[in-house]
């Protein structure tokens, strides 16, 4: 079992990867119906978009999952870099390539954004409930009009999206402060990682609240692209298999495609085995690499906004030290939180 953190993009040997960061968190803007750092692009079969293919590459920001420094709006369908408001379904051809002045977008200053709460911890637990909710805050579930990188219609809500599951620390820290805060969260969870059942006795309870949502990230975060159609059906049905062993719930019909890489094949060979609704993510912590804890709240600052669905990772320790931080940020900008399941249904 591979329980090493992955790109988020499959590179072939890993230790070539672009030397660049503040480039590869960059967000790559205008019409580009993904945006993609460079080290996603150059890693990845071969760029974002494959090109010619077409492909549906919803949303791939800046690096989706696991340990890449790349990671900027993994869904910016349409909207700015800057942070937009994102336009629900992805739609449009995919780029070839990410435009040459959308790779210069310079990255959020970790030294700036460290600074505005003295006390995170405390500004954290005096707001009580702008983000906590005991229950599904959304009071009608809105309408599934293809993969999703954003949360369409108007509203103060935020997708609060965590990947993968290789280091259980982090697992066992994103739980607690969901204990401790009421924070709904969604997990796109690859069960080849030990953490989840590891911490199930934790996780259990977030679960059957609806609180946390378990949703698939495939087994081993193959990608989908590279795969057969029968493999790609024996990557999510396996790993929905031990989601339902762990937690007893399903993970249907929610999936996170790796690296953000499908196309109708993928989305037609997820489709039979129950997986219809694919997620990406406007926005990143730009955690799936090993960054500072400084550089991860820089980027919510700049991506935690109304109706986005942001991604961050279960890989690297740089977050924890973060998340009641951002929690309070969510609650200086009115945000609530919700789970994919929360605003669809």
Known sequence: MNTVPHSETPIAPRQSAITDPAADRAVAGS????????????HHVGAFGLGAVG????????????????????????????????????????????????????????TGSASGSASPTAAASKSASATATSSNPVPAARAWDGPQTGLPGEGKYIAWTVDDGADPEVVRAYAEFAHRTGTRLTFFINCQYPA???????????????QLQIANHTYSHAALTSLTDEQIVQELT????????????????YFRPPYGYYDARVLAAAASCGFTRPVLWYGSLADSSNISSAEVYAYAEKYALAQHIVIGHLNYRGVVSELDRIRALLDRRGLTTVTIRDYYG
């Not at 119906?33 to 692009?41: D, Q, V």
């Not at 790779?103 to 970790?110: G, N, R, V």
């Not at 396996?238 to 399903?250: A, K, M, P, Q, T």
Request: glycine share 14%.
């Open 31 to 42: 019409s580009a119906r993904a945006s993609i750092g460079r080290r996603e692009l150059l």
């Open 55 to 110: 492909f549906g590459v919803l949303g791939l920001g800046l690096t989706g999952c696991t340990p890449s420094a790349a990671e900027g709006t993994h869904g910016a369908a349409s909207g700015s870099a800057t942070g937009g408001t994102p336009s629900g379904s992805a739609s449009g051809s995919a780029s070839a390539s990410p435009s040459a002045s959308s790779s210069a977008t310079p990255s959020p200053s970790a």
């Open 196 to 210: 989840f059942k590891q911490h199930r006795d934790l996780l259990l309870p977030l679960v059957k609240s609806g």
């Open 238 to 253: 396996r790993n929905d298999e031990e989601i339902r062993r762990l937690f007893g719930v399903s993970s249907k019909p």
